[in-house]
Nanobody, 125 residues
Framework: QVQLVESGGGLVQAGGSLRLSCVAS????????MGWFRQAPGKEREFVAA????????YYADSVKGRFTISRDNAKNTVYLQMNSLKPEDTAVYYC??????????????????WGQGTQVTVSS
């Protein structure tokens, strides 16, 4: 069992930056690949970024490529999402998730085993 707690969300103006954090507890953090997803009101949850267990492989949705960076610190049981050049369309609840298939990065939400409660990101125009 893994518990995930996100933080770092908030209100920011377009063009600004935020860094989300997700702290894991329970089983060994390095046993999991990690992903970030988001869900805007009235829309389905969508993939944002993922990173494998070592941090050696990552993957991004086209909509955030070049603006967002996912990273992890296994010593701190934490995965990060650095978000730069934010746009109003980035407004959503952001969720981190853990995938027991640790060697790869996957984009389908149903492949992830554990989820955090989410943190709200609001980007004003």
């Amino acid at each position: 069992q893994v518990q995930l707690v996100e933080s770092g969300g908030g209100l920011v103006q377009a063009g600004g930056s935020l860094r989300l954090s997700c702290v894991a507890s329970g089983r060994t953090f390095s046993s999991y690949a990690m992903g970030w997803f988001r869900q805007a009101p009235g829309k389905e949850r969508e993939f944002v970024a993922a990173i494998n267990w070592s941090g050696g492989s990552s993957y991004y949705a086209d909509s955030v490529k070049g603006r967002f960076t996912i990273s992890r610190d296994n010593a701190k049981n934490t995965v990060y999402l650095q978000m730069n050049s934010l746009k109003p369309e980035d407004t959503a609840v952001y969720y981190c998730a853990a995938d027991s298939f640790k060697w790869s990065v996957r984009i389908r939400a149903e492949e992830y085993d554990y989820w955090g409660q989410g943190t709200q990101v609001t980007v004003s125009s």
